[in-house]
């Protein structure tokens, strides 16, 4: 979700993935007729060791194994781009549909993790 909307206390890492989607939109269409296929996948939460100190939700995690395997068919199936899993996906395609006035107005109270410094 981070590289579809810009989420409040995750502005570098929102931005950098925004960048990476469209690197690899770009790099897709580019080297097409040289025959390297450029596969984007954004994955939702994945089950680490870096996931298991946050404290807010993470809707649809999956165990680092299961994501794995759905990524790889991912690429299997010859897709130029997916969201694993594909609910997020879901979530995503509503977000970067809200207006803004409604996204700035749910997301603003909305848990974060907190910066070096917050309390």
């Known amino acids: 979700m981070a590289?579809?909307?810009?989420?409040?206390?995750?502005?570098?890492?929102?931005?950098?993935?925004?960048a990476a989607i469209s690197y690899l939109e770009s790099l897709r269409v580019e080297l097409r007729s040289s025959g390297i296929k450029v596969v984007t996948i954004c994955p939702g939460y994945i089950k680490t060791p870096m996931t298991d100190v946050n404290t807010y939700p993470m809707p649809f995690i999956l165990e680092v194994d299961e994501a794995a395997r759905r990524m790889a068919r991912v690429i299997e199936c010859g897709k130029s781009f997916a969201v694993v899993p594909w609910q997020m996906g879901l979530v995503g395609w509503v977000l970067k549909r809200l207006p803004n006035w409604l996204y700035d107005r749910a997301f603003s109270k909305a848990s974060h993790k907190s910066r070096g410094g917050e309390k």
């Open 3 to 18: 590289g579809f909307r810009g989420l409040p206390g995750s502005e570098a890492y929102s931005a950098s993935k925004a």
